[in-house]
């Protein structure tokens, strides 16, 4: 069993997180609870700042906000002169809520709609990461009527398979995101840019998958987006003035994991970029990346509660606990591996062979598929690591169950970040209308 943040630690017959006792937070906030660790939050962002906007020219890191949204991440995020990749209105309106920088937002999506580009626009979101021919139409149509200039990365797709399952690879040739590169169709696109009026061609966007662990995936697409720089200048005339590189650095889940540094993909994306402009004699683009995992993954431990223990001779141990794939969809979907402890028994050995089932009704419904934890009892408290990355963001209320709240934790304190669902928000939609 790995911690994998140095913000937490099994001592004194306990967990700690930001030397906050998990125990204790359970008392004060219940079970199950998403605790994320700001120190480590604090600590990886703090990497994205020294380690690459301030280390080079004219790169702007971005935090891609899927991963974990929320008022208090983007009030932390903004602290350290950094971006934000946001795919909705919805994220830019808890943004904005937060006091983020309207221009230090940058707008993805695959099919961003009529009134999310409008909302975004009317709130001078002014960075758009343009993903098809419709959304051309639709920035313009929009730009024009606040009278404002949108900037453009147009995202094209690297044709390279990387990321950690198939649901999460995007730069493969079969994909919903971007602009492909066959038959000159990115080309066109950027020239329908050019062409516009409100929008100004600033570059092209790279996403190569999430969960990412090989780094000559990162060199390949690097080498293929300045090909792709290449080609727009001699067809178009189009100079190539910003390559967002993407994000999706792996972290480690469990020890089998070993996640590149993100230094050594950052330097390598640098260099290329930097051998390719140089020898045609051209400045250096700006450059971005956007890594949401790396940021949080490893900073989130959810807690929970067992309840039913069941033995099944010669199979396994069922321990099931207080949530599973409403507030974990990520075993199920993905396939996805963990580690985690028994809190209250973390001394005791690890002699049981566990499935850690969730209380949702369905087969799928794992929240760590197996584990070696000492023989679980009713009310132990089960404590699972690096969920601080797509746990809180994809959680749902299948099953009505109420989804569960968000505790931060720093410097040996807590504070409540995201309250606890109730019955009342559960029907909160509901509305009692009669037939029209
Ligand atoms: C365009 C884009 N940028 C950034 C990310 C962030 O990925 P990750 O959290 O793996 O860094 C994603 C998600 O895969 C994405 O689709
Ligand atoms: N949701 C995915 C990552 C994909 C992010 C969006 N492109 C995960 O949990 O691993």
Redesign the pocket.
Known sequence: MVLQTQFAQIRDRSLYIDDVDAMDLVKKYGTPLYVMSEGHIRHQLNELKTKFLDKYDHVLPLFAS?SFSCLEIYRITSEFGIGIDCVSAGEISIALKAGFDPHKIYFHGNNKLPSEIDYAIAHDVDHFVIDNFYEIELVEKYAKKYDKTIYATVRVVPEIKAG?HGY?Q?GHKDTKFGFSARNGIYLKAIQQIVDSAHIEFEGIHCHIG??VFDLYAYISAMHRFVRFAYEIYDQLGVMVKVINAGGGYGIAYTKKDEPLEFETITSEIMNIIKDGYDKRGWDMPMVLVEPG?YVVGNAGITLYTVGSVKDIPDVRTYMSVDGGMTDNI?TAL?DAQYDGIIVNKAYERRDTKVTVAGKICESADIVVKEIMLPYPEPGDIFAQFSTG??HYS?SSNYNQLPKPAVVFTYQGKSKLVIRRQTFDDLIAFDVQEDYQ
């Open positions: 899927k950690g999460i995007t999430s969960q995992r990520r993905y990355a797509y994809m």
